[in-house]
């Protein structure tokens, strides 16, 4: 696994994320408010907020994101507050004290860098070694049949023959569950939701994790404004 914000804490949050998972994806709140290390008040409600790293719960453990950040949202009441409205575009990131904040991508959109690792276009050095017609391509991510017999496959690897992939059974097991609906069902829910909930947002990230020194969630929604930085 890539090196996540802080080593100690990632190793921290990885055991919560283990721990947790299984609850989380059950849709029930076990956490207190005052397990997260982050607050922010929002009128009658209180967000207990924490860094998750690129992970998402799951039953078998977690998740590896390659593009994304989830921070894990908890909605408790103030007071007499029964139910909330809840949005992920009432949230956005700031990474290290940049101007610019960055909007939660879609549970869809996560699942989709997930399933397809050449979702997102990255500069790289390609090459390709061969005799005549026949060769073989190199420096290129493998593309991922998004069905089966997908013809996108062999049109973005160029037409060139490539060296098969042999997968072994050995091990392996079919997930319960896939990965788009772990992802769906990690997600902070939305819409009018009852009080406690909780879920994760998703905000895209293509850069080393190790780089992160401050990360700041800022709230923008019915309940007001404000924001926390998560350490």
């Keep these: 696994m890539k090196p996540g914000l802080y080593s100690e804490q ?19 709140i076990a ?11 929002a009128g009658p409600v209180t967000f207990g907020i924490e860094n998750l790293g690129p992970g998402v ?3 078998s453990g977690s998740i590896y994101l ?19 409205a809840l949005n992920s575009g009432h ?12 909007p939660a991508d879609t549970p869809g959109a996560v699942a989709a860098s997930v399933k397809y ?13 061969g005799v005549g017609d026949a060769g ?9 049949e998004r069905f089966p017999g997908d ?29 788009d609906e772990i992802i769906q069902r990690a997600a902070l829910p939305e819409g009018d939701v009852a009080l406690p909930a909780s879920g994760c947002l998703f905000f895209p990230f293509h850069g080393k994790m190790k780089k992160i020194k401050k990360l700041e969630l800022v709230y923008d929604g019915p309940l007001g404004r404000g924001s926390v930085l998560i350490p």
Excluded: C
């Design 151 to 179: 013809p996108r496959t062999q049109q973005q690897d160029g037409g060139v023959n490539r060296v098969p992939r042999v997968e072994s059974p050995v091990g392996q097991q079919a997930p319960e569950m896939s990965t």
């Design 66 to 84: 390659d593009q994304h950040i989830a921070i894990e949202v908890s909605a408790y009441s103030n007071g007499k507050a029964k139910r909330v």
């Design 57 to 59: 719960p799951s039953p």
């Design 91 to 102: 949230f956005t990131l700031r990474i290290n004290g940049a101007k610019t904040l960055i």
């Design 117 to 129: 690792p050449d979702w997102v276009s990255r500069g790289r050095l390609e090459g390709t070694a």
């Design 31 to 41: 956490r207190k408010l005052d397990d997260y290390p982050a607050k922010l008040v």
């Design 10 to 28: 990632m190793l921290r949050r990885a055991l919560v994320i283990f721990g947790l998972s299984i609850l989380v994806l059950a849709d029930d």
């Design 136 to 144: 073989v391509i190199f420096g290129r991510p493998r593309s991922v």
